[in-house]
């Protein structure tokens, strides 16, 4: 049992002590914390390491205070509306109930005094702070201060009812486009498309200027959807915001320009990468959203089968050697390659990455970002990284002759090496790297593993169902009735959940080449992609297609997904 003194010791501790976790859960919890700023209850929760309720019955314990069940709770939405809702998600509180002068609030930190006295001060009520659960206090917030589309909707209401906030094309005061852009209305629609896209899982959004129209859209599990349409006269004023806010020239609208924009959402820290571009009616902006709060970097979870997740470690844990990841543009390789640079990253060796740009960063990891205007190339930043004493090395992209030859020469002379390149499948990398002008004994000595990957949609589970295929639409998907044969489809008929899509989240399909002997004899006598191929599969490797079924099978996506992402 807790024992007053329990109060001022370390939560991990505390559960670790009490038998609730173990020491090595608690080592990758807090693993996890570093990479994405959470607290640890919440990472323990989001791990499944741990019953919410058992850590809410533990801190109620060490702090001597009530808890409360908020899955069991009902809130009055009257109650709500006492606590802003940037205060609420800010200082992750949420208000019960009033009785009297006194407001019950729940918190994840009740010892918090300096959040109760803010509450004190702008409710002008007493607080009685309660304890509950990080995780479900969150969703809960969310919930009850969800940024809807009904809201956006009316932030524009109040724009278009604006007269004063139109902006002429040509304008000749470049400060009128920043005094505009700095207008309550449109800050609230800026701040509002990034909380919402944010919310709604998007990674990108896409701010897009026409002759008639302005349209904004976000990109959803690979998917472009479009979501509101802003008023025109804005153009230059969500434009102009937009600058500011990523610290770029808004005076300067004939070259494109790149920035960086942080934001802070309640605990959580999101980037957006900022790109705009010139476009005949204006400058389309399109902003990346890197949260790092859904980054996976646990490759035991991306879905692997047993026998390539099996050569993936053993090669990302020998000591020297590359290995290569490929694929196109969103397909995912950089995530795997940070998942696999974070499973081998400890105090005992020096890992270092060259990136262009660096997406997220990791603790523990010295990287570098690539600008070739400066002269700072992947080979430049190579070859700086061969006097840095390094163990690991991270090549953001092997795009030439000359960093490929670095690469390789790194790879042979005791570094572990980790790359990509843009290839259709494992096969044609090698016959790539030899095309580039690399010799085939050096890619034959050097490459370890290469991963071919893809990302298709998940079916939404909470529409999912079974659906029959006809033999038309078999054919049509250029799979045989005897492939189809014995095989349960699913799909997702639509739901609000996944925005009547039939699909969210997404999946990734694994082709993993790992080279054996036969395949390193085989590169050296010239053999073709096809030929590597065909031997690769005979020693176990399962095809990008091959993986698709093997998942469609498993009910996680569609048959259509694993056909457009996929060649036979």
């Not at 034959?444 to 295929?469: F, M, P, T």
């Amino acid at each position: 049992m807790a024992t007053a003194a329990a109060g001022t010791e370390r939560l991990g501790d505390l559960l670790v002590r009490e038998g609730l976790i173990t020491r090595e859960q608690l080592k990758a919890a807090l693993t996890e914390q570093r990479n994405t700023g959470m607290r640890l209850g919440y990472t323990l929760v989001k791990l499944g390491i741990i019953e919410e309720t058992e850590i809410t019955k533990m801190l109620a314990r060490q702090y001597r205070m009530p808890a409360v069940d908020l899955a069991r709770f009902e809130v009055d939405p009257r109650i709500v509306k006492l606590v802003p809702g940037e205060v609420a998600i800010r200082h992750t509180v949420l208000p019960l109930k009033r009785e009297g002068r006194t407001l019950t609030v729940a918190m994840s930190d009740p010892t918090n005094m300096t959040v109760v006295d803010d509450l004190k001060f702008i409710t002008r009520y007493d607080i009685f702070p309660v304890i509950a659960g990080e995780y479900t206090l969150r969703t809960a917030i969310e919930r009850h201060y969800e940024q809807t589309d009904a809201q956006l909707q009316t932030i524009l209401k109040d724009i278009e009812e604006e007269e004063d906030l139109e902006v002429i094309e040509e304008q000749e005061d470049e400060d009128a486009p920043t005094q505009v852009a700095d207008d309550a209305p449109v800050v609230k629609l800026i701040n509002g498309i990034l909380t919402d896209a944010v919310k709604r899982g998007a990674s990108d959004i896409h701010i897009e200027p026409f002759e008639h129209e302005l349209r904004v859209r976000y990109r959803i599990d690979g998917t472009l959807q479009e979501v509101m349409k802003p008023p025109l006269k804005l153009r230059a004023a969500l434009t102009s915001r937009v600058k500011i806010m990523s610290n770029l020239n808004i005076a300067e609208r004939r070259v494109p320009q790149d920035g960086r924009i942080k934001l802070k959402m309640g605990r959580r820290v999101i980037d957006f990468r900022v790109s705009t571009l010139p476009v005949i009616f204006g400058e389309k902006i399109v902003l990346r959203i890197l949260d790092k709060g859904n980054l996976t970097l646990d490759l035991t979870k991306f879905g692997f089968e047993p026998k390539a997740e099996e050569d993936l470690m053993r090669a990302i844990l020998n000591p020297y050697g590359m290995v290569l990841v490929t694929g196109p543009t969103g397909s995912g390789k950089t995530t795997t390659l940070y998942s696999a640079l974070q499973r081998i990253n400890t105090v005992e060796v020096n890992i270092m990455t060259a990136e262009d740009p660096v997406e997220y960063n990791l603790h523990g990891i010295n990287q570098v970002l690539v600008r070739t205007e400066i002269g700072m190339t992947f080979a430049a930043a190579l070859r700086a990284f061969l006097r840095q004493d390094p163990n690991i090395v991270m090549v953001g992209e092997i795009r030439d002759i000359e960093t490929g030859s670095i690469a390789i020469k790194a790879a042979l002379t005791g570094h572990l090496v980790l790359s990509t390149l843009h290839t259709n499948d494992a096969p044609s990398t090698v016959t790539r790297m030899i095309d580039m002008g690399i010799e085939p004994f050096n890619v034959a000595s050097a490459v370890n593993l290469i991963v071919a990957q893809r990302l298709v949609r998940r079916i939404c589970s909470d529409c999912k169902g079974e659906y029959d295929y006809t033999v038309e639409e078999l054919s049509a998907l250029g799979i045989s009735e005897s492939e189809a044969e014995g095989i349960t489809f699913y799909k997702g008929s639509g739901c609000d959940t996944c925005g009547e899509t039939g699909y969210k989240g997404r999946q990734g399909l694994y082709e993993v080449m790992a080279m054996t002997p036969e395949l390193r004899r085989m590169v050296l006598r010239g053999a073709s992609a096809a030929e590597l191929k065909d031997q690769a599969v005979e020693e176990g490797m399962l095809t990008l297609r091959m993986d698709g079924i093997v998942k469609v099978k498993r009910g996680i996506t569609t048959l259509e997904e694993v056909v457009k992402e996929t060649a036979e």
